[in-house]
Nanobody, 115 residues
Framework: VQLVESGGGSVTPGGSIRLSCMAS????????MSWVRQAPGKGPEGVSS????????KTSDSVKGRFTISRDNAENRLYLQMDNLRVEDTAMYYC???WGKGGARGPGTQVTVTT
């Protein structure tokens, strides 16, 4: 399993970022996929998960209405569109195989929301 995240960066509150994850080494289109984040000094938090066909997702209450998970099975890519970002969204974001906090993860991409 290989997962590589990209798209992180630094924005001001209210800004938007789109994360991307390139997957390889497993049958991507047959697996649920998730985004997981971890802020400094805190445990991992499951942000959002998506079924293999992209028809059903579950999103954490902390980001509901602001973050949208999606996937492109033809390109083996997972996405996370993050809008109306808040300072408390600052964390390392990981793409993960599976549901919830998932299994295998990539190295992560840092998202920083600061004034």
């Amino acid at each position: 399993v290989q997962l590589v995240e990209s798209g992180g960066g630094s924005v001001t509150p209210g800004g938007s970022i789109r994360l991307s994850c390139m997957a390889s080494g497993f049958d991507f289109r047959s697996n649920a996929m998730s985004w997981v984040r971890q802020a400094p000094g805190k445990g991992p938090e499951g942000v959002s998960s998506l079924t293999p066909d992209g028809s059903y997702s579950k999103t954490s209450d902390s980001v509901k209405g602001r973050f949208t998970i999606s996937r492109d099975n033809a390109e083996n890519r997972l996405y996370l569109q993050m809008d109306n970002l808040r300072v408390e969204d600052t964390a390392m974001y990981y793409c993960a195989e599976g549901w919830g906090k998932g299994g295998a993860r990539g190295p992560g991409t840092q998202v920083t929301v600061t004034t």
